[in-house]
């Protein structure tokens, strides 16, 4: 009987059903009936809000073309709902973002199968793979309720859905081999593609990233509390090409000190070296600064570290499951808090490091235009410090690059984002709303349109709290403006007066012009906080779709979405 690792991120029923399906594989058993005809109909969906759902969709499709199958791939956004009931073998990749919210792009058909509106799917065949990340308590909720919604619509699991942490390789590698071994057509054996899932990646990747060179750090912010650098990086010698739009991924280090104190403060012998995934040893230490996550914890780590610990009051919490319990316990902590305030046992390091995830690498929106800086790409990172519980505390990748990266070669990946693109016409006039850091991709969507000679207009409506001290880029804004490639810039302090000011605010002061260039074709891009700005100027664009558009709430929403469905309204928010 195969046996899949403890780790392995599946529910005990989904751990059973798959033991049991790979064991029959292996051993030439019968697995399950297969189709007849010569190809099997499969239709892939994918909710992406960064690209990550689009391009597992896409790799599993070019597999299963050379299988047997007949699989088709849709956004979906673009699907065509009334084609649901009638579906053989549906596949569902999605992400969730934010407060457990559908992707963008997934958002308007999350909606309607979730409504009263949606048909039975009796007939339907579906699995679910869900992308998401345990540090929030709406892990994979999207994913979550298409899957539920699915089978209380009368649809029926090929095989149980995959719940993915960040680190979604070995999940989807499991989860596809499950369906296409389901789903293979009469003579095709199960594993067959199995391979263009391993293929060995050419080049730098998020997988083996480029040990880059920082060319300039230094803080934008001239005195007050914000922190925001400009990393410049070479890609001199990686092969590495991006477009405007997309993100950066960069993998840091953890803080030496604070991985010291979590050494001194463990039980077992510190000195021992551990294994890692790819089977090589490095000494704890070395593991703890470059290997694994130690700057935070969540629901999954502190389940795991309970039975480990004799502390009542983890006890207390595990025990009575509360999300809210959860989220107020685990805000502002980090792992050297369980060391230290919650003592457990553990045999060893490997042990120890055995619960703990990997450390992932960081995405940033790339700041600079690859034609206005060749070889190079730029960075706007707000460096993240707080007092929590006693101790100073920082977020680790940006105070990794403000603090701890002189010396070293960041490793470094492009991570490209479809969704979040120029339009293909240069004529296309273009609204921007990039608060704080939310600036970085519209810096290098002008640098980009001047470089082009796009003719549209720009935009900007830009945002912080103070004037004098937290103009991002103030220089190079007014001089696009003075020189024209900026037609309007829009700012908003919001501490700089009595009443507070957002970038929300100022689209209702200039909605009138603001519907004129809708009107007029403009896309309308937003970059920056997901769980507040990007909700607020949300409802901004509908309220000016109706106050100035003269449009019923309905159809100021059907109108929002079409701008979606014609990629004018795109959002890269975090």
């Not at 673009?78 to 958002?107: F, Q």
């Not at 990747?205 to 410049?232: A, C, D, Q």
């Not at 901004?540 to 019923?552: D, F, N, R, V, W």
Request: aromatic content about 8%; charged content about 25%; glycine content about 8%.
């Amino acid at each position: 009987m195969i046996k899949l690792p403890e780790d392995a991120p599946f529910s005990p029923e989904q751990r059973a059903w798959l033991e049991d399906f790979l064991s029959k594989a292996l051993a030439g058993g019968a697995t399950a009936p297969v189709p007849a005809g010569p190809t099997v109909p499969v239709t892939l969906l994918w909710g992406s809000q960064t690209g990550n759902a689009e391009g597992l969709s896409k790799q599993l499709m070019k597999r299963m073309k050379k299988g047997g199958f007949e699989p088709e791939v849709h956004d979906m956004a673009a699907y065509d709902r009334s084609r649901l009931p009638k579906e053989k073998n549906l596949l569902i990749i999605t992400s969730t973002y934010g407060d457990g919210e559908p992707p963008d792009n997934a958002e308007e058909l999350y909606n309607w199968i979730l409504s009263d509106d949606a048909p039975r799917l009796e007939g339907v065949s579906y699995s679910v793979l869900a992308l998401g990340d345990t540090n929030y308590p709406d892990f994979c909720k999207c994913g979550i309720d298409f899957d539920e919604r699915l089978e209380a619509l009368g649809a029926s699991r090929i095989s149980p859905r995959v719940d993915s942490d960040v680190d979604f390789d070995d999940p989807f590698k499991e989860w596809s081999d499950a369906v296409i071994g389901l789903l293979a057509p009469a003579g095709e054996p199960a594993s067959n593609g199995a391979a263009a899932l391993d293929q060995i990646e050419k080049g730098y990747s998020k997988k083996r990233p480029f040990p880059s060179t920082i060319l300039k750090n230094y803080n934008l912010n001239k005195g007050g509390e914000k922190e925001t650098h400009h990393v410049e990086i070479s890609l001199d010698g990686s092969g590495l090409e991006y477009q405007v739009g997309d993100a950066l991924g960069v993998l840091p280090s953890n803080p030496e000190d604070v991985v010291d104190e979590i050494l001194e403060n463990l039980a077992f012998r510190t000195s021992a070296d551990v294994e890692l995934s790819d089977g090589s040893e490095v000494s704890l230490r070395e593991a703890l600064i470059h290997h694994f996550d130690i700057g935070t914890i969540n629901k999954t780590l502190i389940q795991k570290w309970q039975p480990r610990s004799g502390s009542p009051y983890l006890r207390s919490l595990v025990e009575a499951d509360d999300k809210k319990a959860y989220e107020d316990f685990c805000w502002g902590r980090d792992l050297i808090d369980l060391v230290v305030d919650h003592p457990a046992d553990f045999s060893d390091a490997d042990d120890f490091v055995g619960i703990l995830k990997k450390l992932q690498p960081r995405l940033y929106s790339i700041a600079s235009s690859p034609n206005a800086h060749p070889g190079e790409v730029h960075l706007c990172v707000g460096i993240v410090r707080y007092d929590t519980h006693g101790r100073k505390r920082g977020g680790i990748c940006s105070t990794y690059l403000s603090d701890r990266s002189d010396g070293t070669n960041p490793g470094v990946f492009v991570h490209s984002n479809k969704a979040f693109r120029l339009p293909e016409s240069g004529d296309t006039p273009l609204i921007m709303v990039g608060p704080g850091t939310g600036i970085a991709p519209f810096r290098a969507f002008l640098e980009e349109r001047k470089i082009s000679g796009a003719k549209g207009g720009n935009w900007l409506l830009f945002g912080n709290p103070h004037h004098d001290t937290d103009f991002l880029y103030e220089e190079e804004l007014t001089a696009f403006l003075k020189e024209g490639t900026i037609q309007r810039l829009d700012l908003a302090w919001s501490r700089d007066q009595k009443e507070k000011v957002y970038v929300q605010n100022l689209m209702i002061e200039q909605g009138a012009e603001m519907w004129k260039w809708l009107e007029d074709g403009a896309a309308f891009y937003v970059c920056g906080d997901a769980s507040r700005m990007a909700k607020d100027v949300d409802a901004a664009l509908h309220t000016i779709a109706e106050k100035h558009g003269g449009l019923s709430a309905d159809d100021a929403k059907a109108f929002v979405s079409q701008l979606k469905k014609d990629k004018r309204y795109q959002r890269d928010v975090y």
